[in-house]
């Protein structure tokens, strides 16, 4: 089992940029496809980026397309960590950010971090 806590949320003005950051516990932490996902008000939970593990070190990236061409996913499985970068924010941004893990071909995300609040000011 994976746990994972997130960090790096906060008020960022329109036009600004985050990173959001994601601790993972386990020891087989590179075998583990892991994503970005978030929640906006009165919205439901959505897709934002994901990793799916290819092969030993070789990961495939895919993004949601409203943020296409402004966010980033990486991870480093050196330090049990999955970062996403967020450029060129916006109010529709504005959510909280879930962390989420599945192990390697498994369709669906089954574990989740507690989030963290992202909020963009116009």
């Known amino acids: 089992q994976v746990l994972l806590v997130e960090s790096g949320g906060g008020l960022v003005q329109a036009g600004g940029s985050l990173r959001l950051s994601c601790a993972a516990s386990?020891?087989?932490?590179?075998?583990?496809?892991m994503g970005w996902f978030r929640q906006a008000p009165g919205k439901e939970r959505e897709f934002v980026a994901g990793?799916?593990?290819?092969?030993?070190?070789?990961?495939?990236?895919d993004y949601a397309d409203s943020v296409k061409g402004r966010c980033t996913i990486s991870r480093d499985d050196g330090k049990n960590t999955v970062d996403l970068q967020m450029n060129s924010l916006n109010s529709e941004d504005t959510g909280i950010y879930y962390c989420a893990a599945k192990s390697a071909g498994r369709s669906l995300y089954d574990t989740w971090g507690q989030g963290t609040q992202v909020t963009v000011s116009s």
């Open positions: 386990g020891r087989t932490f590179s075998r583990y496809d």
């Open positions: 990793t799916t593990w290819i092969r030993a070190n070789t990961y495939l990236g």
